[in-house]
């Protein structure tokens, strides 16, 4: 069905118009006329009969295989521009389109098409002559090949996560096309949109099956095939078999499912083991050989090493390593044996081999092993026969380790190992079929030799440091008191021991935590060296050398000379860069410009043009940042470079560079007030700013005289021989031998009266005529060091020749003042004024610290490394894509004035945190004309609102941002083109403010929008279709035609944002209805047509269905890639933002794609990151500092030397064609993907790509704020990387990359996450030890042995260090340290811990190791929105219960139960020091996990609000609807859903889960010994009595129940009857047990630890058998119970909340410490958290 495009029969184009003939600007290039002329070079081509003459070979693809129209449309211009981009880099450009850009773009975008070619051993459908002859047709069959390509792929919809997928479909087509061409076979010209109907929508619809069948993602992953299994299906020669061509619809592909083809993913812990099985045998092989020698008690192991004995010991450690592989072989088979079919039988065959080849080994070490002690044992020494046989072991594990030699000898020599890789030779493909399966991806992953050396000593350094501290300090320590345990006898055991010798389960508590430890501490290893390491990166690259004002005016004249030689380009740079003598060169004068060697800003003064450039960067900069309302119009003043007037002989520096510095100089003259001129000008000239200050001074006030009186009088002529005698005596060098210098200060206050004077709105004549008259008094006096009489000087013409003229003032008639609104004239008063009177250093100018954080990073970041700007022609192209759904564009009114709970506004909450932006925004509304404040929200509302949603994550914020490229880029390409008599008029026309607050004079009124704020007003319509051609931007709004459809605000809001950004595109997907049920899915691009005022379609392109089948944002994204252009994209995300200056910089990235780092060219550029979130709260601060060490130190040492770096998400910038040809920018799968922008890096790294990072250039990122929104986030990134665990590309990463590049992507990765989850699972291994050693009466037979207490001390002090978050501490300060200084990040680290950082990091820790570990063994992973929304508003009880009850509440609860029963029943808990450093950590923990949630909650600890919270906690506990409620309203709605992850669970996991539930019994075992009533019986039958107390209390529970549900409503008599009966019967029974049995009072409450933990393991695994209890009465039951528990949970948690609340000063404190930031920048946030608002607020 066509679709409407409107009343017009226009196609409206998008960059470049479709008609040739238009006279629009970008047809003026020549490149692009030479790429036009190309494509419609037809030839001899076969024509359709719908050909019309204006078509070209794209329109003859498209008839010719049935594309769609907009897609060839779309296509044509994708091409066209590429190749009109390419043909501008070539110098010069010819007038045709070159052969070599069609040839380098054709190799470049069938570079993954032929690689699979040659996988599959298939010849290229590309056939291409090379004679020379024929080079017309060789032209025009590389232009078809490469347009079929994108073609194909601009249609194939969800089929572009497909890469190889598309291989095939191209390379049948190229079949197809080839035989056409050759006429070799008869063709019918197929109907429009066959191409989808006929070859997508196939594939596609077997997709839609596959999602179908997954239930929305929560079925197991081995049941379904996912994007990737479909597109491996093409990895094997069994898709020409199965497919074919045409596509057989009737295949197996179709018509029934094949299973998965290459991976099974399979939910289970051992993914970790299989994964990354090399790691774990060589921490298991070191443990083993570690505890061999250390059981010798030796000084040192070598000692040990000495006894043969202990050496054949050591070769124990083959059967763990056998035994190891036998167990990989074992999981392979299971986890993989899915993929066995008859087509693939070898596969199979391969698998049983290698379980029985591991098993043999084992048995051959066993057999040869055993062979050893027995020829020991015989001849009772190491006789010759043993030897021999020892020799015979060892000949066999040299067989058995020759696969690993070999692998080191390929480590060793990486281009050998990539050569075979890729070599795709069969005799390497049956060598290597043995150890893994062959695969397109993964092959040749080896970096160079450098690159290997690099990352090898820095793992070499980790390994030594782990493993010397585990063996000295770990290992060793415990050897004595492992003997000594396993020495005990006679213990007397509190309990029924099953089993007779209890020693070795004893000694198996005391080694699990230090196991645990052992198997972790690499990842505290590692951070402690990628730091150093990071900070030693960082010195080198230069960063942190500038890092405050003062340092900026130190080097800003070498800045000046930076910034011209990396952001200009020059002709010379470009033609002779990558030769040896250019390099050095750089080399030499970057040294020059960062050390100051040569004063290179004196090239400045000689080169005017050069000056006027930088002053036109600089000043636009300035402009932008007044634009955004971080500096003031004052600064603005203080910080913009004027243009050269007045004659000024030296660079006008900005006037906060030259206050004092006048004054300085005056008072060195006048107090070296006889030395020689050069000597007294030498000192001035020490310093820059000072000679320039003197200079500009001077040049200013002789200008100024000589204008403000008039040319033709007589003390015009006066003034003129006054300043030729100055003039002359400075040329002679005898200054201060003709003047006095000791009358220069009364000069100086004449001459700023003068100055103030003239500085004033209305100026009066006669003081002006008097101050000039006392100036010419003192010169004409005091300032001759020889005095002249007045006949002396009436002869040098320094004085009136008419003596009647001495009747009057001398300057009384000759005054002539410039026009009030000269606004040049009184700018350059007012900058002499100030450089005159100024006595402050301006070392707090700008008075924001964003701003001084801006101008500091980017003034350092132009003395850094990077690679040298081409002219903007010459760049390369460049998009941004956007993924949108429906966040806030921006703020509305309502949004603004409306008020929270406690009645705060988000503009009041804006106006409190920015309250000096506020401030420069309520001045730049006055100066732009507002008249009262309270016109800000009728006339201004529009500029309100943009103001406030700037502020916050919005997408107006975004978009702002990235079309800072747009005007940078306009901005650059003006500079390039532009003449110097061009830059003069374009920094003419740059206006600047003025205001001086102690002036009379009102500002000049100024507008800082787009078309004055900059040198816009210059700029060419060449300029613009430059930066167009260079630059887009598109957001892809998934929804956009939605909201269009229901009016939605949002729609307007982002229709405003394309009016007023040129170069913004919006792609959404439109659904249109055909029919009752049936739609029709289209990808739109939309644009604002600036002529007809209205947004137009460009492209409309028809999809095969609804494209969300996988993870949403990819999705998204994928469906717009096709409407982006250029040779790059960068993924922003929605909560980012930009700066103009660092826009400044993109094209210098940008040539990073031509430079090698390694053997390979870059494929991602990694980019830093601002976390610009950081000063709202001490919340906002941890998770700004804990992200920024990420994005800076730690992503630094990933890349350099670890080569290991991968895309961590936004805003890192692709090589698009490269990614667009290999799947995208992102991976799609239902769940598994849920983490998806880093499965881009990972199917890069497995593609051969390089991912470098670079720190020059920085993109602002927003954060959550609030620690719910934190918690959810990383929520949301653990279960992603408990999701990463089983993909197929962390399998494949795990084996395919070498060894110690293994080891760097597993502890920045999922190893991270996995090691913080080992550190919970160490307390408890540690507390649960300790709980069952006191209980079983084994801690007291101990008590005596202080080695074993000694030792488990040094434990759990290295369980503390790492548990308070050593690992991720210490890269913020090393890093803050590079960065702000040492003594800034000592002073941070203070504030940190006072504000308990080291709190949040602690149950952030909690919550990452919950949900990592919930995800491995059940699923359940999904995406959770944070709302990026401000917090400040209180959090209820109740919603923080729901959040944090299971992964934090009762897991502490738990914890500190275990510490209460330990410290009630061990004998160590009787010495309080020892209890007290044994347990610290764990307490520490307990109550962080429980208070963190109220102490960085506002109003956390008032009193009134934790009364409400609690009865609404109530209230949603016994809320009883269930059906329509929802989780916030109901409990029980709440509670099942916490349970989801069970129902979808496997067998395994339920297991486990139970497995893990029965913990809870053993309180119940362990206390019942205890009570009196046991009366020290250890018999089993105390245990199993106590379930009758458990059965009686249950069937009380139930009578109480059902007496309730029966007579509570109408026979309410009854029920009281009932409970009274039960209370008197629970006494009775009570009084007798005491009476006749040995039970105490206290029995009863020692009996609540032991049974309210069965109650809660009975519960949970009553929720593992749900699927079978529900229809029963249980359930019910147990639901009810359930409630109970978590009533009594509720209660445990808010008892401490209510105690500090009802105290006096926690609430002020928490607020303190909860704004602590805030409150150091003066800010009112007392009155947002109490709700009172001041006066001047404008609601």
């Known amino acids: 069905m066509p679709i409407s495009r409107g009343n017009d029969a226009v196609e409206h184009y998008n960059i470049i118009p479709e008609d040739p003939t238009s006279d629009h600007p970008s047809l003026r290039f020549p490149e692009v006329r030479a790429a036009t002329a190309a494509l419609r070079s037809v030839g001899d081509l076969p024509l359709p009969p719908q050909w019309q003459a204006d078509m070209d070979l794209v329109d003859w693809l498209g008839l010719t295989f049935g594309f769609q129209n907009d897609n060839v449309r779309n296509q044509r211009e994708h091409l066209l521009l590429h190749l009109a981009n390419a043909q501008m880099r070539l110098s010069p450009p010819p007038d045709s389109l070159d052969p070599a850009v069609l040839r380098s773009f054709r190799i470049k975008l069938l570079r993954n098409y032929s690689a699979w070619c040659s996988y599959l051993s298939s010849r290229p459908s590309v056939r291409l002559s090379h004679r020379p002859d024929a080079a017309p047709d060789h032209r025009r069959r590389e232009l078809l090949y490469v347009s079929l390509y994108l073609l194909i792929w601009g249609e194939a919809a969800n089929l572009r996560f497909l890469p190889e997928c598309i291989s095939y479909i191209f390379h049948h087509m190229a079949i197809d096309l080839n035989a056409i061409l050759q006429d070799l076979r008869d063709f019918s010209f197929p109907e429009d949109k066959a191409f989808l109907h006929r070859v997508v929508k196939p594939v596609y619809r077997t997709l839609l099956l596959e999602v179908e069948s997954s239930r929305n993602g929560t079925a197991p992953h081995c049941h379904w095939r ?124 391969r698998m049983v081999l290698k379980i029985i080849v591991a098993a043999g080994w084992f048995s051959v070490f066993f057999v040869f092993y055993r062979r050893i002690w027995e020829r020991r044992k015989h001849d009772r020494k190491w006789s010759i026969e043993a030897n021999k046989r020892l020799l015979t072991f060892l000949e066999v594990a040299f067989v058995f380790v020759v696969p690993e030699l070999l692998d080191f000898v390929l480590f060793v020599l990486p281009w050998v190992r990539n050569c075979i890789e890729n070599g795709d030779w069969r005799l390497f493909r049956m060598l290597s079929w043995w150890f893994r399966s062959r695969t397109f991806v993964g092959r040749g992953l080896r970096e160079g030799l450098l690159d290997n050396i690099k990352y090898t000593l820095f793992w070499v350094v980790v390994l030594a440091s782990k493993f010397c501290f585990s063996y000295f300090l770990q290992i060793r320590p415990m050897v004595a008191p492992s003997k000594a345990v396993l020495n005990l006898k006679d213990v007397d055991y509190h309990w029924h021991e099953f089993f007779r010798h209890g020693n070795g389960i004893a000694l198996a508590l005391l080694w699990l935590p230090v196991v645990l430890i052992y198997l972790m501490d690499i990842q505290i290893w590692y951070s402690i060296y990628s730091s150093l390491v990071g900070a030693s990166v ?118 906060f560079l030259l206050c004092n510095e006048f004054l300085l100089a005056l008072s060195q003259a006048k107090e070296l007030v006889d030395i020689p001129d050069k000597r007294l000008w030498s000192k001035i000239c020490k310093h820059e700013f000072r000679r320039c200050a003197v200079i500009e001074t001077y040049d200013c006030i002789k200008h100024l005289l000589l204008e403000i009186i008039k040319p033709d009088s007589e003390e015009h002529s006066i003034v003129t021989v006054l300043f030729q005698e100055i003039d002359h005596s400075l040329e002679i060098g005898k200054f201060t031998k003709v003047f006095k210098t000791a009358t220069l200060p009364q000069l100086h206050n004449k001459l700023v009266k003068l100055v103030e004077l003239l500085n004033r709105k209305n100026t009066d004549p006669n003081q002006l005529v008097n101050t000039l008259q006392a100036l010419y008094e003192i010169v004409v006096r005091d300032f001759f060091k020889e005095k002249r009489k007045i006949e002396q000087l009436r002869e040098d013409g320094l004085a009136p020749k008419n003596s009647a003229s001495s009747e009057v003032l001398l ?30 250093s301006m070392q707090n100018i700008p008075v924001n610290l964003e701003a001084r954080r801006r101008i500091a990073f980017f003034t350092n970041s132009l003395f850094m490394n990077m690679p040298h700007a081409p002219q903007v022609e010459k760049m390369m192209a460049l998009s941004v894509l956007t993924p949108y759904y429906s966040e806030e564009v921006v703020y509305s009114k309502e949004q603004l004035k409306v008020g929270n709970e406690d009645g705060i506004s988000t503009l009041y909450y804006l106006q409190t945190i920015y309250d000096d932006e506020w401030k420069n925004f309520m001045e730049r509304m006055r100066r732009e004309g507002m008249k009262k404040d309270s016109d800000i929200w009728t006339d201004k509302l529009r500029v309100l609102r943009s103001w406030a949603s700037y502020r916050g994550q919005t997408l107006s914020r975004t978009v702002r941002g990235m079309m800072y490229y747009h005007k940078a880029l306009k901005l650059l390409a003006f500079l390039d083109s532009a003449s110097e008599v061009e830059i003069r008029e374009g920094e003419s026309e740059l206006v600047s403010l003025k205001q001086d607050n102690n002036s009379e004079r009102s500002p000049s009124p100024m507008c800082l929008s787009k078309t004055s704020s900059s040198a816009s007003l210059s700029f ?71 002529q007809l005022e209205r947004e137009v379609e460009i492209y409309r392109v028809k999809l095969p269905g609804p494209i969300k089948l996988g993870e949403g944002k990819p999705e998204n994204q994928n469906h717009a890639i096709i409407f982006t252009r250029g040779d790059a994209v960068q993924t922003i995300d929605m909560n980012q933002d930009n700066y103009f200056e660092e826009a400044l910089k993109m094209r210098n990235l940008l040539e990073e794609y031509k430079h090698y780092y390694g053997i390979r060219k870059p494929t991602i550029l990694g980019v830093r990151e601002h976390i610009f979130t950081g000063s709202v709260s001490s919340l906002a601060r941890f998770m700004s500092a804990q992200e920024s060490s990420f994005v800076t130190l730690g992503q630094r040492v990933l ?185 800034q990040a000592v002073w941070d680290c203070l504030t940190m811990q006072l504000q308990l950082s080291s709190v949040f990091y602690t149950f952030s820790m909690g919550t990452r190791s919950h949900f990592f570990g919930r995800t491995i063994l059940h699923g359940g992973a999904k995406y959770r929105a944070t709302g990026r929304g401000f917090v400040v508003e209180h959090k209820s009880f109740a919603e923080n219960y729901r959040l944090y009850a299971r992964s934090h509440f009762v897991k502490a609860i738990e914890l500190g139960l275990i510490l209460v029963v330990y410290a009630s029943h061990s004998t160590i808990a009787t010495h309080t020091f020892v209890y007290i450093a044994m347990t610290i950590s764990s307490w520490f923990l307990v109550a962080s996990w429980i208070m963190a949630p109220f102490v960085f909650n506002p109003s956390g600890f008032d009193w009134l609000k934790t009364v409400y919270d609690f009865d609404d906690f109530m209230n949603w506990i016994w809320y009883r609807q269930r059906v329509f409620a929802k989780a916030e309203q109901s409990w029980e709605k709440w509670w099942y859903e916490e349970q989801d992850h069970l129902m979808v669970t496997g067998f395994w996991g339920k297991l486990v889960e139970i497995i893990l539930d029965l913990r809870f019994f053993i309180f119940q075992y362990g206390i019942v010994y205890q009570l009196g009533i046991a009366a020290g019986s250890t018999s089993i039958s105390v245990y199993l009595l106590s379930w009758i107390y458990m059965c009686v209390v249950f069937a009380i529970y139930v009578v109480v129940a059902y007496a309730q549900s029966a007579y509570e409503a109408k026979h309410h008599i009854y029920y009281r009857l009932v409970q009274s009966m039960i209370l008197v019967l629970v006494i009775f029974v009570i009084v007798a047990l005491m009476k006749f049995t040995n039970f105490k009072f206290m029995d009863i409450f020692t009996s609540l630890l032991a049974f309210i933990p069965t109650g809660w393991g009975m519960i949970l695994i009553a929720q593992v058998f749900r699927p079978f209890l529900q229809c029963t009465i249980i359930w019910n039951c147990v639901v009810s119970l359930a409630r109970l528990y978590d009533v009594l949970f509720g209660v445990i948690v808010m008892a401490p909340v209510a105690l500090l609340s009802w105290l006096p000063g926690f609430q002020p404190m928490q607020t303190r410490i909860l704004f602590n930031e805030a409150f150091s920048r003066g800010l009112r946030i007392f009155q947002i958290v109490t709700g009172k608002k001041s006066s001047s607020n404008y609601d």
């Open 811 to 840: 300057f009384e008639n000759s005054i002539q003042l410039p026009e009030a609104n000269s606004e040049n004239f009184y700018k350059q008063i007012w900058r002499l004024h100030t450089i005159l009177t100024s006595r402050d």
């Open 1199 to 1383: 890349a350099n030397p670890l080569k290991i770096r991968m895309h961590y998400g936004h805003p890192d910038v692709f090589d698009r064609f490269w990614f667009i040809t290999r799947g995208g920018i992102s991976k799609a799968s239902r769940v598994i993907n849920i983490s998806e922008d880093i499965f881009a890096g990972f199917n890069c790294t497995l593609r051969g790509g390089n991912i470098t990072h670079h720190e020059y250039i920085q993109v602002g990122k927003g954060r959550d704020v609030g620690l719910n929104q934190i918690s959810m986030f990383e929520a949301k990134v653990a279960s992603g990387n408990g999701e990463q665990v089983l993909s197929r590309d962390v399998y494949r990463l795990g084996h395919r990359l070498d060894f110690l590049r293994m080891l760097s992507f597993f502890y920045t990765t999922v190893g991270f996450f996995f090691n913080t989850m080992m550190v919970i699972l160490t307390v408890y291994a540690f507390l649960w030890g300790r709980l069952l050693l006191a209980l079983s009466g084994f801690e007291a037979a101990m008590e005596n042995n202080s080695n074993n207490n000694e030792a488990l001390g040094m434990i759990l002090n290295q369980q503390f260090i790492v548990q308070i978050g050593l690992f991720t501490a210490l890269p913020m300060i090393v890093e803050d340290s590079l960065e702000h200084g040492f003594l």
């Open 226 to 349: 996912n994007y990737d299994d479909i597109n491996e299906f093409f990895w094997s020669k069994r898709c020409f078999k199965h497919l074919g061509w045409p596509i057989n619809a009737a295949s197996d592909f179709f018509t029934k499912r094949l299973g998965k083809t290459a991976f099974v993913e399979r939910r289970s812990f051992w993914n970790l083991f299989r994964n990354f099985d090399r790691l774990w045998v060589m921490l298991a092989l070191f443990l083993q050989a570690s505890l061999i020698v250390a059981w010798e008690e030796k000084l040192y192991p070598w000692h040990a090493l000495e006894d043969r004995d202990v050496q054949v010991r050591l070769l124990s450690v083959f059967f763990t390593w056998s035994a190891m592989r036998f167990l990989q072989s074992l999981l392979d088979a299971g986890m993989q044996c899915r993929l066995v079919s008859a087509e693939r039988i070898r596969l199979g065959v």
């Open 538 to 655: 960082g010195l080198f690259a230069h960063l942190g050398e500038i890092r405050s004002m003062q340092q900026l005016k130190l080097r800003f004249q070498w800045f000046a000379s930076a910034v011209l030689f990396n952001l200009m380009p020059e002709d010379q740079l470009l033609n002779t860069r990558g030769t040896l003598s250019r390099k050095i060169m750089d080399v030499f004068n970057r040294m020059k410009l960062r050390y100051g060697f040569g004063q290179p800003y004196k090239k400045l003064e000689s080169n005017q043009s050069d000056a006027n450039k930088f002053a036109l960067l600089w000043n636009e900069i300035i402009l932008c940042f007044r634009e955004e309302d971080i500096i003031t119009d004052r600064e603005v003043e203080l910080l913009e470079l004027p243009k050269n007037s007045w004659n000024v002989r030296v660079i006008r520096w900005p006037c």
């Open 1020 to 1090: 060419t319509g060449h300029d613009h279709v430059t930066a167009s051609m260079k630059f887009t931007y598109v957001i892809a709004c998934q929804i956009y035609g939605a909201q269009k459809a229901r009016k939605d605000p949002h729609a307007d809001e982002i229709l405003y944002l394309m009016k007023y950004n040129e170069a913004l595109r919006v792609a959404y997907v439109d659904e249109v209805s055909i029919g009752r049920d049936e739609k029709e899915y289209y990808s739109v691009l939309v644009k604002y047509d600036q």
